[in-house]
């Protein structure tokens, strides 16, 4: 396989994400760094030293640099719309951290713009593209537990509240931004990781049946938080367009667990933690003995050949190559094809996630936004 040309993008935000980023760009060395812009001066110059990177005096500077063809947007995700947006009116893709933006109406600009600029803007979480990820939709694909019916999945952080987070920080020195995380919500950052693998393999989310708590008060006693009761669980229920149901838990309240259940006829695709993206696949076949049918209580591992073999560093409770949706934006520009997370596909994500946030007096939700279907990884095919 030849090597991808060059291509240069620049970082805006250099807080506590921009460090999983750093940490597998550098595999890619036919993507160039050109440069990091920040609102913050000292945490700006401080990230460009410690990875000796050029840093923009403005964003507009940023913006107006001819090299540049994709953005990676890592701001607050209150400051995503408005960053995403000036980026395409400049002409240049975007690459954004989740979510695309915080209201829907908001999200589809965005998209309509690219769309009618001839640009892309895509939306983390790429672990998607992802050896696990792929790996459990291709058992799916080839029916190894037959007909789906059912999927359980869970993001449960455990009582973040009570953890250490101010003391957390990035490698180059940034403080994990709790403020941000508990204002924000557990929803809209984390539900993205399985909303994107299951909207792939199963299609379009039709309708959504919701409910979002706010459950822990006084999360950070000495400061105020703004809003100071956004919803800390969500629990929805998702019906596909496959006729597929699956139950999604997003909590910073239950104890640790990060699974997934795939429940078919035949028996149960399963994975740990899809923050994993090297995370084994575990298959579990439906067994008949005499008058009793049970899951074989020996797992096997699902496996793929030709799955790339790549060792990922661990970065703080996950192994994830957050440059890999940088990366697929990059090789659908160059190759002229539709990027695998597009900008129809990153608002249904935002769409749902949104919904389900928002679920605080109860929701039965029916989507709006429609995506051309995902292409699997080519050596997933």
Known sequence: MNQPREVSIALVGCGFVADYYMATLGSYPWIR???????????????CAYYKLNRYESFDTLLRDRQVTIVLNLTNPRAHYDVSLRCLEAGKHVYSEKPLAMGYADAEQLVRL???????????????????AQTLWRGVREGAVGDIRLVYAELDDGMVHRMPYKKWRSPS???????????????????????SWLIAIFGPVEKVVAQASFLVPNKVPDEILVPPDTPDCSIGVLKFSNGVVARLTTTIVGPHDHSIRIIGEKGVLNIRDCWFNDAKVKLRRLMTIRRKTFLSPVPTTYRVAGAPDRKLQSTGGNRMDFAAGVVELALAVQEGRACRLSSRFSLHVNEVALALQQATDGLVYQTKSKFAPVEPMDWAR
């Open 173 to 195: 020195g940034a403080p994990w931004p709790y403020k941000d995380e508990f204002e924000v919500g557990c929803t809209l950052e984390h539900a993205g990781y399985y909303l």
């Open 114 to 132: 690219a769309e009618e600029r001839g640009l892309i803007i895509s939306s983390a979480p790429c672990s998607l593209l992802g050896n696990a």
């Open 33 to 47: 760094v050109a440069g990091v812009f920040d609102i913050d001066a000292d945490r700006l110059e401080t990230f």
